[in-house]
């Protein structure tokens, strides 16, 4: 934007600044030529969407206010648009950084409009500036505070008023070094005088609602993080919780369940109300809690769900979960145009970890339309390997609709050769490590009692690691090749991604009927 736009009469032509004021023909006749420029021929309403679109466009708010404060001021016509702009002050109120006397005036220009405010007191600021903001409570729309424990009694009393238009609230309580409370702080569950109709998102750190709160029924996002034990939900009171809240779509736990090993026994209370569909799901808990949970709450078709389970050991639990690895698996076959499944595979001392999706046919969705990741954490080191036939067994029945597999595995589990035998549809190898290629690929020179060889439909493999095409490893993957070609079930095509490898080792893989595929402009030194 233009800092100014008017044309200065002659007498104003000149390289030192007078301090004669404008006389009225000179004021006249800057007004008049003003009015003939393109840019204030422009309509108030287009103006006033430019500045709106430029004000978002802003990445701070000290060059939002520097941006708002220069439209305003550039000259009177858009100074009269800038001012009936009430949306455009909504943007300019700042609890966090900016004087009592400013958010007074941007509340003013922009009532009644609703707001959205931001308040972090990591230190304790004192009951006014908590006041000052909550009575504007009836025009919040979005409300993120963090607040001081010490704090914590001020606030739930000033959180009295109803809510008529809040429709997101963020609540974080900052523990006081020194302040020994050891219990979760808790809004009450007459929060909002119990009014607050338009509310849909919730988030709380090391706080947390009345769950019995009507407030709840409305929400369809639900984010609960770091409760102390002495006020969180068992995973059984969860789920009756959660038959309060039907129109929930999205859930994030973590640290906000109460571990079974705490309590002696499980509330098996029923409840005629049912469990909503959660399209999005994240829960970080042990495994028996993420079990319980997962066996109460329906599966939608098309969901995102994201489980990591602690305390992970062979089971009916383990089983729980990784059955709705395997119905994830089934929907993103079914939904798939082309029938395609993808799973990652992944191990290392501790853990083990899954992972199926599908991306989104809608170019502007970045999100998979279906996904599933499940990760289990074993209480000791090397434990993965006592756990994965455990997982390896539930696999075998959807692994012959898996079409590409990932493996980041640290050894070669007996399990797993006994799993990929059962891969009759998988057609891709993706990122094969070259100990995947020097200890896997030997292995799966065999033949199956049926007469079929190891992967029947492996058409593709894809190294994202060149150390494969050098020494045993590659002499490995070239017998491999052959072998494959000899069964009449050759590999069409080899990608390097982020590899450098050798111009004869491209060449020799053509020669044998493989097509090579990636970027291949970048040579090792040995081809110079």
Not at 427 to 452: H, N
Not at 519 to 526: A, H, M, P
Request: hydrophobic share 40%.
């Amino acid at each position: 934007m233009p800092s100014a736009v008017f044309t200065s009469p002659r007498q104003l032509v000149s390289k030192y600044v007078s301090s004669k004021p404008l006389t009225t023909k000179d004021a006249v006749h800057r007004t008049a030529r003003n009015r003939l420029l393109p840019v204030l021929r422009l309509c108030s309403d287009v103006l006033e969407y430019l500045f709106l679109v430029a004000a978002a466009m802003e990445h701070s708010p000290a060059s939002l206010r520097r941006s708002v404060m220069a439209y305003s001021q550039t000259c009177h016509d858009w100074r009269i648009i800038a001012l009936s702009s009430k949306r455009l002050w909504t943007r300019m109120v700042d609890f966090e950084d900016a004087s009592r006397s400013w958010n007074e005036e941007m509340l003013r220009r922009s009532y009644p409009l609703s707001i959205q405010l931001s308040y972090q007191a990591d230190f304790s600021r004192g009951a006014s500036s908590l006041a000052f903001q909550l009575d504007q409570l009836p025009r919040i729309r979005t409300y993120s505070l963090g607040c001081q424990d010490i704090d914590w009694d001020v606030l739930v009393s000033m959180l009295t008023r109803p809510a008529p238009v809040l429709e997101e609230l963020y609540i974080t309580c900052y523990r006081t070094f020194g302040h020994n409370i050891l219990t979760t702080p808790i809004l009450p569950w007459s929060l909002f005088d119990g009014t607050a109709p338009k509310l849909r998102r919730v988030e709380m750190k090391e706080c947390i609602i009345d769950l019995r709160s009507p407030l709840l029924r409305t929400l369809t996002a639900l984010r609960v993080i770091d409760l102390s034990y002495d006020n969180a939900p068992t995973a059984s009171q969860w789920v009756r919780h959660l038959r309060n809240m039907p129109s929930l779509k999205e859930l994030y736990l973590q640290g906000a369940i109460l571990p079974t090993r705490f309590h002696s026994s499980i509330d098996k209370s029923s409840d005629d109300n049912p469990m909503p569909l959660i399209d999005k799901l994240n829960i970080e808990a042990p495994l028996t809690d993420v079990a319980l949970l997962v066996r109460n709450l329906p599966k939608p078709t098309k969901s995102q769900w994201t489980l990591t389970c602690s305390n992970a050991s062979p089971g009916s639990d383990l089983e729980q979960v990784m059955d709705v690895l395997s119905s994830s698996i089934i929907s993103i076959n079914q939904h798939d145009s082309a029938g395609l499944a993808h799973l990652l595979l992944a191990a290392r001392e501790t853990d083990i970890f899954l992972r199926s999706e599908m991306p989104s046919t809608s170019p502007q969705e970045s999100e998979p339309e279906i996904g599933i990741s499940v990760s289990f954490h074993t209480p000791s080191f090397h434990l993965w390997e006592t756990l994965f036939p455990a997982v390896a067994s539930v696999l075998n029945t959807i692994m012959p609709k898996i079409t590409s597999l990932e493996m980041i595995l640290p050894t070669i589990n007996p399990s797993l050769l006994s799993l990929l035998q059962r891969a009759t549809a998988l057609t891709t190898l993706v990122k094969l490590s070259s100990k995947m290629t020097r200890d896997l690929i030997p292995q799966l020179q065999i033949s199956l009692p049926s007469g079929e060889i190891a992967l029947p439909a492996l058409e593709s493999i894809v190294f994202t690691d060149d150390k494969s095409m050098w020494g045993w490893n590659y002499q490995s993957f070239l017998g491999y090749l052959r072998w494959r070609a000899q069964n009449k079930s050759p590999i069409r095509n080899v990608y390097f991604v982020g590899c450098l490898i050798l111009e004869e080792v491209a060449n020799e893989l053509m020669d044998l009927g493989v097509t090579v595929h990636g970027n291949l402009e970048g040579v090792r030194w040995q081809n110079l």
